[in-house]
Structure formats: C-alpha cells, structure tokens
C-alpha cells in the first residue's frame, strides 16, 4: 500500500486579491522502501509540502493519505494520534524542548503515545547511539553543539515504528561525514519498509534519493529518477550489485 498519497493538492493562503497559492495541484505518492527528494528555490513550496504530508496544515483542496488513511477524514487529535504514531517530522528549526534533556526530547514522542517511562527512554538512548549521540543523552539542547541539536531531533523522528519519515533540509548544520552518516540511516529505515521524503537544496544529498521532484511556484515541474543504490548510498551496477 502507499505509504504517502497527494492527489491534486492546493494551499492557498488569504483570500480575493490577497490570496497566495503556496501549493498548485500537486500530485505525489511514495511506496514503502522508496526515498523521494524534494528540490526547488525559495518559496517554491517544499516545506508546505512537508507541513501538508505530516498532518501539520490541511490542503485548501484535494486530499491527503498516510497509509491509506485520508487526513481530511479524521479529527485533529486522530490526526496527532497518527502523527505520534506513523510520521517522524525533522523540523528545520528543530523544535527541541529546552528544559528536556536529549534523551527526554528524543523518548517525548512514545511517552505521548502511552509507552512507560522507561521502555520509552530504553528506546530513546537505543536511537541516541545510532546517531552517535550515547554520550549527550543527559544533556540539555543548550549545552550542545548545533550538530548534536539536529542530529537529536533526527533521532526523535526515527525513534518507534514510523513508516513516514520527513525530513526539511535535516543535514543543513551538519558536517559533510555526519550529513551523509545520516542520510544513510534513512536510507536504511526505508530498506526496513519505511518511505522517506527529504527537502533539500543539496543536490549531492538528493542524490541518495530513488526519484528526484522538483518545484517551482508551487507546482511539479520535473522528476529524476536516480540510479538504484545501497544503503550505503552507493550506485549500483546493471544487475543489480554493487
């Protein structure tokens, strides 16, 4: 089943003279196993395209489906429910708790969804050591580096059984190793069955994406599809191998 389904989606903001269409009937799906790459200038509409698959807006017209569940059919605290559930959400401007250490960011989602205390932080330092951040689970946000603060709030999307992840420009504070350490786990979450869309305005990042789409005001106006990878990321050769 599609993991993501946009079909025909519009966001207009304002009304009459006023009005500014963020998004122009759109039209996109992403299956299980498959990393799609948003690309685009400013303003083109990528973060409304995020902000509407995760639940976060409601389109002006058309309809959205996570997992075959349409969005616009379900209540606001349904909506949240699968939110917690089903979509990790890395925010551009991260939207760390301050007064919660890295462990308790990361563990916040699962704790919502009625997980124990400590299950939920047993999975929190577990999805912290992926990421290479073991050693800051006790730390708040402002006593780390603004690396460390992106890669926590990755591992908050990654932590518990997401299908969807999205993911707004998540490498942007990150150095070239690190960036790459983490589009590879993405890779790998989608490997597992998982479906991933990542905005970016890096085009070698978006390289690690199965097919490449591309907006300008608001609209589709192209896709790629790249040559099939590894987890790794790395191309592979006719026959299916690295």
Known sequence: MTLLSLQNVSRVHGHGAT??????????????GELVAVMGP????????????????????????????????LSTRAVAALRRRSIGYVFQDLNLLPALTAAENVSLPRELDGVGLRAAKAEALATLERFGLADVADRFPD?????????????????????????????GALDTTTGESVL????????????????THESRHAAWADRVVFL???????????????????????????
């Open 19 to 32: 009005a500014v269409t963020a998004l122009d009937a759109v039209t996109l799906s992403v299956e299980p």
């Open 143 to 171: 006593d780390l580096s603004g690396g460390q603060q992106q890669r926590v709030a990755i591992a908050r999307a990654f932590i518990g059984a997401r299908r969807l992840l999205l993911a707004d420009e998540p490498t």
């Open 184 to 199: 590879r786990l993405m890779r790998e979450q989608c490997e597992g069955g998982a479906a991933a869309v990542l905005v």
């Open 216 to 242: 300008r005001d608001g609209r589709v106006v192209d896709e790629a599809v790249n040559e099939p990878r590894t987890p790794n990321g790395d191309a592979m050769v006719s026959g299916g191998r690295p």
């Open 42 to 73: 400013s303003g083109s509409g990528k973060s409304t395209l995020l902000n509407l698959a995760g639940g976060l807006d409601a389109p002006t017209s058309g309809t959205v489906s996570v997992d075959g569940v349409n969005l616009g059919e």
